[in-house]
């Protein structure tokens, strides 16, 4: 079984959520995906990194992945440490929703990402706004921003929204591999 199968199995078992949701976007829903929930499970992180890493390996030069904390903090500490493992050098970076008031005043930490490129995450995505908020962020500090790399697509705009932005989308897992339809 694959990093894939296996993610998607603790998903379905452990991660869907039926009921009535208000999403991040503001959108009411009848099941919530709460990847939050295995991003921080011993079990799903490594399988989070290597479905990841997957996603993005055919993706020339990365240096650094991240996005708006907190969603994807674990997804690239995941994606760093299953990095490691396989010899790559994929640092990490963390966007704040707004740049610090005090020391630094940084928007963006972690290495310096100035000409590099650079792969945002997002566990679950609905309208695509918070890896753009990324993207932005990481535009204003010189990164070249080559894809967003997203565990779930809630089939619900956000990949029209990314590459509206000129980055290309990439999702691992889609509602049809939850057994889930779009709402």
Do not use: W
């Not at 199968?5 to 009411?28: C, N, P, W, Y």
């Not at 991240?66 to 994929?90: E, I, K, S, W």
């Amino acid at each position: 079984m694959t990093a894939r199968d296996q993610l998607i199995q603790l998903i379905r078992d452990e991660a869907v959520f039926h009921g009535d949701f208000t999403l991040t976007s503001g959108k009411r829903a009848s099941y919530y995906i709460d990847l939050r929930k295995l991003s921080l499970d011993h079990r799903a992180a490594p399988l989070i990194g290597d479905v990841l890493l997957d996603l993005i390996a055919d993706i020339p030069g990365v240096a650094a992945v991240g996005g708006l904390t907190m969603g994807a903090d674990p997804l690239a500490n995941a994606v760093l440490h299953r990095g490691l493992a396989r010899g790559l050098a994929v640092d990490a970076f963390v966007v704040r929703k707004e740049p610090k008031d005090h020391g630094r005043g940084r928007q963006i930490e972690g290495p310096e990402l100035a000409g590099k490129r650079v792969v945002v995450l997002e566990d679950t995505s609905t309208t695509g706004g918070s890896p753009i908020k990324a993207i932005e962020a990481l535009r204003k500090v010189g990164a070249e921003v080559v894809a967003v790399a997203v565990i779930v697509d809630r089939a619900t705009g956000a990949q029209a929204a990314i590459e509206a932005e000129g980055v290309e989308y990439r999702a691992a897992i889609t509602l049809d591999d939850l057994g889930l339809t779009p709402q």
